[in-house]
């Protein structure tokens, strides 16, 4: 499950380890929340209950099928969960399964990393330990941006605390770090040596988190920024956003040469993010009934809905009109026929019958992991009929 915050998180290294100021501000900033927070939370809660039947605490299928039927109440239920959730328990069932005898497996485990950071501590979903290596598994539901484990600090992080709680029932060498995005279908792995791990904590984490923990820190904006609760009111962030924009003003009136693209390029997707936050905290204090001069609330454009609309097409049934006129009969999308059978039998039953085009060419930076996009075919399509 999410973590309950303390000043400083596992959740939130990345940012309190560059930004050292963040934890202080965000501490005096209501926390918005979000549907998306909702949603994961409660997918969360289904992999955690499949997690403990299968390995921590078994219980029969009607106490199962009860507590997921509590679950399953929440108005930020989905019916995909299940089918990511199942995904999740197999990628855990494959770890274990790997061992040449059963591992201890952990769910939610609460780890303590106080001793790295001030009053810091989280929450790992699922611990597998067996001989001398240490796995943790992270299940990201988010499916907004891709996350990796590699140099993962939040991961990292749950590493230290996973062997600072074990290390007097398991000699644990290796820790295996794993992050499972099953929206995303993206699995990313990172090894690492336990005492090359717990030298990051020491040497590179500790002194950061303090600084952090006892403010009022540095002031820094970066990529870090997506999550904090000063997006878009932070002056760091403003001022990194408009320096980097800054020498085009001062150029001569001309068409922009390649190496401009270049430089500029890299920096559309934060401007257009940063753009949206600033917005957004202006609307946040307009509704407070601030001001900010020369800017005014007023109503946006609205989209008209029917107040009852079996009560309507009554009314144009007694006028005449056809009742089958007023209804379009129209075939689910591939995507939600998908959902409905699910991506296994989907695949199986009709899988033969779906064709998946090459997209559209679009910009990308040159550490993208796709290829680039060629009119030229290869030799396999040129050769294929």
């Known amino acids: 499950m999410p973590e309950t915050h303390a000043l400083l998180s596992p959740s939130a290294a990345h940012r309190w380890m560059h930004c050292t100021a963040s934890p202080t501000v965000e501490a005096m900033l209501p926390d918005p929340g979000s549907p998306y927070a909702a949603e994961g939370t409660l997918a969360h809660a289904i992999a955690e209950l499949k997690l403990r039947k299968a390995f921590v605490k078994p ?3 009607k106490k199962f099928a009860d507590r997921l039927k509590k679950i399953q109440e929440d108005p930020a239920y989905n019916p995909e969960m299940l089918p990511h959730t199942d995904a999740y328990l197999d990628y ?53 941006k891709q996350v990796d484990a590699e140099e993962n600090p939040q991961l990292r992080l749950y ?47 500790k002194p950061r988190a303090e600084e952090a923990h006892n403010g009022p820190g540095e002031y820094r904006a970066g990529d870090w920024c997506q999550f904090c609760r000063a997006k878009g009111r932070c002056q760091a962030q403003a001022k990194q956003m408009l320096d980097g924009v800054q020498p085009y003003r001062e150029q001569d009136p001309c068409l ?60 144009l049934t007694a006028a005449g009109y056809d009742r089958d006129l007023l209804y379009v009969r129209t075939p689910l999308t591939l995507s939600a026929t998908e959902k409905l059978v699910g991506k296994t039998k989907f695949a199986k039953l009709v899988g033969e019958y779906v064709l998946k085009p090459p997209g559209a060419p679009t910009v990308a930076p040159a550490s993208d992991k796709r290829p680039p996009y060629t009119t030229t075919p290869t030799p396999q399509e040129a050769f294929k009929n």
């Open 59 to 61: 219980m029969g299928p």
């Open 92 to 144: 855990i069932e494959e770890i274990v399964h790997g061992f040449p005898s059963k591992p201890y497996v952990a769910a939610e485990a609460r780890l303590d990393l106080s001793s790295i950071a001030p009053d810091c501590f989280g929450t790992a979903d699922c611990l597998i330990i067996g001989g001398n290596d240490l796995h943790v598994i992270d299940f990201k539901y988010g499916k907004g």
């Open 159 to 205: 590493g230290i605390g996973a062997v600072l709680a074990n290390s007097l029932f398991y000699d644990i060498h290796t820790v295996h770090l794993h992050i499972f995005q099953p929206r995303l279908d993206h699995v990313s792995t990172e090894t690492i040596d336990r005492d090359e791990l717990m030298d990051w904590g020491v040497f590179q984490v």
């Open 256 to 315: 922009m040469g390649n190496g401009d693209y270049a430089a500029l390029l890299p920096q559309l997707s934060a401007l257009k993010a940063w753009i949206g936050q600033v917005e957004d905290a202006a609307l946040h204090r307009l509704l407070n009934g601030e001001e900010i001069t020369g800017f005014k609330l007023v109503e946006g454009r609205s989209v008209r809905q029917w107040r009852d609309q079996d009560a309507a097409f009554d009314a």
